[in-house]
C-alpha cells in the first residue's frame, strides 16, 4: 500500500469520521484494549455506523494488526502518561503510515498547505479530487494531534477547546491565507488586516502558553 492508501482510503466518506478516529486515539489512552473491533467501538459509543472505516484508519497507522489486536507500538505509545511524550510517539507512528510523503518533503509535510497534500495524495493514487481532500483533511488531523497538543485533553472542556483551535488553525489557513496566496487581486483594507494580524497573534500565543516553540520568536 502506498502511503496515500487508495483502497482504504475510498472509504473514508466524512471528516467526522476521522475527526472520531482522533477522539478515540487521544481521549482514550487510558483504556485501549487488547482487542479492537466493531463491537468494541459500539459499546464505547465511537463513530456510530461507521465503525469499519475508523478500524481501517486505525489500522492504517498500525494501531492494531489485521485481527484488530493491539500492536506494541500501540501498547507503549498509549502507556506514555506524559502529554509531551505521547504526542511525540503519535507523530512517529503517522511519520511511518505516511513513510513517502515524509521521503519526498521531510518534517515539512506537517505544514504543507492543503492544495499540495492534495496534490501528492492524488498523484500517488491517482484518486479524484473528493478523495484527494478527504486524505489530506485526515492527515492533517492526524498532525494536529501529533504535533500541537494545547492541553492534556482529560476534561470535556479540555477536549472541545483542543477541538476548537484546531478549526481555526485550519479554517485561517483555508479562508484568510490561502484565498490571498492563490489570489493576488484581493485587497484587505487596513482595520480588515489588523483583524487577521489579531487572529494569527492570538492562535501563536495560545500555541506559546502550551509550550510550544514558534520558530523565528
Given at each position: 500500500m502506498s502511503s496515500g492508501g487508495g483502497a482504504l482510503w475510498l472509504n473514508i466518506r466524512t471528516w467526522e469520521s476521522q475527526a472520531c478516529l482522533c477522539k478515540y486515539s487521544i481521549?482514550?489512552?487510558?483504556l485501549f484494549p487488547n482487542t479492537l473491533d466493531a463491537d468494541?467501538?459500539?459499546?464505547?459509543?465511537?463513530?456510530?455506523?461507521?465503525?469499519?472505516?475508523?478500524?481501517?484508519?486505525?489500522?492504517f497507522i498500525r494501531l492494531i494488526d489485521e485481527k484488530g489486536g493491539r500492536t506494541e507500538k500501540a501498547q507503549k505509545t498509549f502507556t506514555l502518561h506524559d502529554a509531551g511524550s505521547f504526542a511525540k510517539a503519535f507523530a512517529e507512528l503517522v511519520k511511518a503510515a505516511y513513510s513517502?510523503?515524509?521521503?519526498?518533503?521531510?518534517?515539512?509535510a506537517w505544514t504543507l498547505s492543503?492544495?499540495?497534500?492534495?496534490?501528492?495524495?492524488r498523484q500517488a493514487d491517482q484518486s479524484s479530487e473528493l478523495v484527494g481532500t478527504r486524505q489530506a483533511n485526515t492527515f492533517r488531523t492526524l498532525a494536529t494531534y501529533a504535533l500541537i497538543k494545547l492541553n492534556s485533553c482529560g476534561t470535556v472542556s479540555e477536549k472541545d477547546e483542543q477541538k476548537g483551535f484546531q478549526f481555526l488553525f485550519a479554517g485561517s489557513m483555508l479562508a484568510i491565507r490561502n484565498?490571498?496566496?492563490?489570489?493576488?487581486?484581493?485587497d484587505d483594507s487596513p482595520d480588515e488586516c489588523l483583524d487577521h494580524l489579531g487572529l494569527v497573534s492570538l492562535l501563536i500565543r495560545r500555541v506559546q502558553a502550551?509550550?510550544?516553540k514558534i520558530p523565528g520568536r
Open positions: 481521549s482514550s489512552r487510558s468494541v467501538l459500539r459499546k464505547l459509543g465511537f463513530a456510530p455506523g461507521n465503525e469499519s472505516l475508523i478500524l481501517n484508519t486505525i489500522r513517502d510523503l515524509f521521503k519526498l518533503h521531510g518534517d515539512d492543503n492544495a499540495k497534500l492534495i496534490t501528492y495524495f484565498p490571498r496566496g492563490h489570489e493576488y487581486a484581493i502550551a509550550g510550544h
